[in-house]
T-cell receptor
């Protein structure tokens, strides 16, 4: 029973447009969330995080939104670039970043 | 969805002993599995890529004689931390690749070396 879900296995977006990646979770005790980006043959790299006391965190082209009542978070990438093409994992934890639970990932393809 | 399990979920061992962690893909076959070490709050470090029937590929800086990886079957990979030291205490996560590109993570193993 997956506690963290990413229901879209893949997403294609035109260069320059917005990419929206979604993540849903079931455990209301989760209080810290991360997005990782992963290129083929490499380990995931940390992208952006958000704690449950916030509903938005922004870092350059990347913004993460958290809706606690809906148990939903999303990652917005604006504008999307071809180099953003990768697999994006959502991860959640209790106790502010101790043990993380990962979603299955969404493959983003940004088309030139 | 696909399920990956890890066993044990927590282990405490004494310095100098060895610990084996198992990673299993429960409902799919995985020719490739990955082992990660997680540092608090953020970074996930890829330690090695485990391929069924062949030697694991270790990332730079990871001691292959200390972290022994065996991918004995299409559903099982093991990580053995040999001669563990307190600095090896960490959260170890495996993932299994479900072809063509979906990667499913295990729940992790918290290792504490005293």
């Amino acid at each position: 029973d997956q506690q963290v879900k990413q229901n879209s296995p893949s997403l294609s977006v035109q260069e320059g447009r917005i990419s929206i990646l979604n993540c849903d979770y079931t455990n209301s005790m989760f209080d810290y969330f991360l997005w990782y980006k992963k290129y083929p043959a490499e380990g995931p790299t940390f992208l952006i995080s958000i704690s449950s006391i916030k509903d938005k965190n922004e870092d350059g082209r990347f913004t993460v939104f958290l809706n606690k009542s809906a148990k939903h978070l999303s990652l917005h990438i604006v504008p999307s670039q071809p180099g953003d093409s990768a697999v994006y994992f959502c991860a959640a934890s209790e106790n502010y970043g101790q043990n993380f639970v990962f979603g299955p990932g969404t493959r983003l393809s940004v088309l030139p | 969805g696909a399920v990956v399990s890890q066993h044990p979920s927590r282990v405490i061992c004494k310095s100098g002993t060895s610990v084996k962690i198992e990673c299993r893909s429960l409902d799919f076959q995985a020719t490739t599995m990955f082992w990660y070490r997680q540092f608090p709050k953020k970074s996930l470090m890829l330690m090695a890529t485990s391929n069924e029937g062949s030697k694991a590929t270790y990332e730079q800086g990871v001691e292959k004689d200390k972290f022994l990886i065996n991918h004995a079957s299409l559903t099982l990979s093991t990580l053995t931390v040999t001669s563990a030291h307190p600095e090896d205490s960490s959260f170890y996560i495996c993932s299994a690749l479900k072809q063509p590109y979906e990667q499913y993570f295990g729940p992790g193993t918290r290792l504490t070396v005293t």
